[in-house]
């Protein structure tokens, strides 16, 4: 016989492993029994290559063993590795809790501008009464953004230190300039509408909000800032029609029934006559705030807005007969209005990029004015 293991041998090398993997508390307690048993040089491994040296006889009543004991802790090793994962798997469950009820970790994301949103807001109350957004070029010629306009040659605002001019000429030879209002957007709808009903009319409801230019540079002027205009040319429309619509504009606004508006006779060139409109402001805990009444203690008016009929030279200009076509306008500062709806101070911070000042006063880009919330609400 050669060195082989007898029978009891084998069984016992066998049962010293299995009872080894049984006693094995982790994955790599489990891998060194498997290296010692069934590695390259592992003793089982060593037994199997006995096999080569034994007579046929031998061999014939060992191989079973020696592979049977082979198979037997390959097999427990296997069994155990799958019940070192279960209690591992099972010690996770009972001690790590996820709630999955919580909300999700909020991504990072960008707000909208105090002016955009109040842009969206404007669009929102005025379509509730009728109005489309009408735009335009934010570089003009002379004749839109001045002449149209009724505007005096002498006008101050013609100057070339209030106005940004371009060296380009338009087909006229005027310099072409940063239009200094949104008004050039009406005259070009009013133009449009008389060419496509052959100097016919037809009525006309706009608002013209956008970004506007003045060489103009302090603590509450910026050179750019943002402007909203609104045009109704119709039948028979007179300035109980301007009061109306502006009152009820401004309480949609700033979301209050109890404002009371003042219009103040003044001059404008393309409109007449022309009236300033200031609202009235109280003082709640210390703080002005748009409405309440006007006249009670440290109450007052605040100028907001400028309209007027729109001048009969405006309209006639625009390829429109005055006689039949009347109108209203009015024009009033976005910047201001966010500042006073929203309590910021500083108007040059609206445009310093700042995002701090931005997660501060942006809004939500679900936070949508809705029609619902608008009129009357
Ligand atoms: C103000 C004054 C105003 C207008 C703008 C206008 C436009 C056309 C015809 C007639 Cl096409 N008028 N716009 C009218 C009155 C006042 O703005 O203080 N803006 C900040």
Same mark, same amino acid.
């Given at each position: 016989?050669?060195?082989?293991?007898?029978?009891?041998?084998?069984? =016992?090398?066998?049962?010293?492993?299995?009872?080894? %993997? =049984?006693?094995?508390?982790?994955?790599?307690?489990?891998?060194?029994?498997?290296?010692?048993?069934?590695?390259?040089?592992?003793?089982?491994?060593?037994?199997?290559?006995?096999?080569?040296?034994?007579?046929?006889?031998?061999?014939?009543?060992?191989?079973?063993?020696?592979?049977?004991?082979?198979?037997?802790?390959?097999?427990?090793?296997?069994?155990?590795?799958?019940?070192?994962?279960?209690?591992?798997?099972?010690?996770?469950?009972?001690?790590? +809790?996820?709630?999955?009820?919580?909300?999700?970790?909020?991504?990072?994301?960008?707000?909208?501008?105090?002016?955009?949103?109040?842009?969206?807001?404007?669009?929102?109350?005025? =379509?509730?009464?009728?109005?489309?957004?009408?735009?335009?070029?934010? %570089?003009?010629?002379?004749?839109?953004?001045?002449?149209?306009?009724?505007?005096?040659?002498?006008?101050?605002?013609?100057?070339?230190?209030?106005?940004?001019?371009?060296?380009?000429?338009?087909?006229?030879?005027?310099?072409?300039?940063?239009? &200094?209002?949104?008004?050039?957007?009406?005259?070009?709808?009013?133009?449009?509408?008389? +060419?496509? &009903?052959?100097?016919?009319?037809?009525?006309?409801?706009?608002?013209?909000?956008?970004?506007?230019?003045?060489?103009?540079?302090?603590?509450?002027?910026?050179?750019?800032?943002?402007?909203?205009?609104?045009?109704? %040319?119709?039948?028979?429309?007179?300035?109980?029609?301007?009061?109306?619509?502006?009152?009820?504009?401004?309480?949609?606004?700033?979301?209050?029934?109890?404002?009371?508006?003042?219009?103040?006779?003044?001059?404008?060139?393309?409109?007449?006559?022309?009236?300033?409109?200031?609202?009235?402001?109280?003082?709640?805990?210390?703080?002005?705030?748009?409405?309440?009444?006007?006249?009670?203690?440290?109450?007052?008016?605040?100028?907001?807005?400028?309209?007027?009929?729109?001048?009969?030279?405006? %309209?006639?200009?625009?390829?429109?007969?005055?006689?039949?076509?009347?109108?209203?306008?009015?024009?009033?500062?976005?910047?201001?209005?966010?500042?006073?709806?929203?309590?910021?101070?500083?108007?040059?911070?609206?445009?310093?990029?700042?995002?701090?000042?931005?997660?501060?006063?942006?809004?939500?880009?679900?936070?949508?004015? &809705?029609?619902?919330?608008?009129?009357?609400?």
């Amino acid at each position: 016989m050669t060195e082989g293991k007898n029978m009891s041998d084998i069984e =016992a090398i066998k049962e010293n492993y299995l009872g080894q %993997i =049984a006693a094995a508390g982790d994955g790599d307690a489990l891998e060194a029994i498997r290296v010692a048993a069934l590695g390259k040089k592992g003793e089982i491994s060593l037994l199997l290559k006995t096999l080569g040296k034994m007579t046929p006889e031998e061999r014939q009543s060992e191989g079973p063993k020696i592979n049977g004991a082979r198979q037997a802790v390959a097999d427990a090793i296997a069994a155990r590795k799958d019940s070192i994962e279960t209690e591992a798997l099972n010690a996770r469950l009972a001690t790590e +809790k996820l709630d999955m009820t919580l909300p999700p970790p909020s991504a990072p994301k960008g707000s909208i501008h105090p002016v955009s949103q109040v842009m969206d807001e404007l669009a929102e109350i005025f =379509a509730d009464l009728g109005f489309s957004v009408a735009t335009g070029p934010e %570089i003009e010629d002379d004749w839109h953004n001045f002449t149209a306009l009724n505007i005096p040659e002498t006008h101050p605002a013609r100057a070339m230190h209030d106005t940004f001019y371009f060296p380009q000429t338009d087909d006229k030879g005027m310099p072409k300039l940063l239009r &200094t209002h949104t008004s050039p957007v009406q005259i070009r709808t009013m133009m449009d509408v008389a +060419k496509q &009903t052959d100097g016919e009319g037809a009525p006309i409801y706009i608002i013209a909000p956008g970004r506007t230019y003045r060489s103009d540079s302090d603590a509450t002027h910026t050179p750019m800032f943002h402007q909203v205009e609104g045009l109704v %040319i119709d039948k028979n429309i007179h300035m109980g029609h301007l009061k109306w619509t502006l009152e009820t504009f401004v309480r949609a606004f700033f979301e209050r029934d109890d404002i009371e508006l003042r219009l103040r006779p003044s001059y404008f060139p393309f409109t007449e006559p022309s009236a300033e409109v200031d609202v009235g402001f109280s003082v709640e805990k210390g703080r002005r705030i748009i409405g309440g009444d006007p006249r009670g203690d440290n109450g007052g008016w605040m100028e907001i807005l400028g309209s007027g009929m729109v001048h009969p030279n405006v %309209i006639r200009n625009c390829g429109l007969d005055p006689d039949i076509w009347q109108g209203f306008a009015f024009g009033c500062g976005i910047d201001r209005l966010a500042m006073l709806k929203y309590g910021m101070d500083d108007l040059r911070a609206f445009f310093d990029g700042d995002l701090r000042w931005m997660e501060h006063y942006g809004f939500d880009a679900l936070d949508v004015p &809705t029609l619902s919330g608008g009129v009357g609400a």
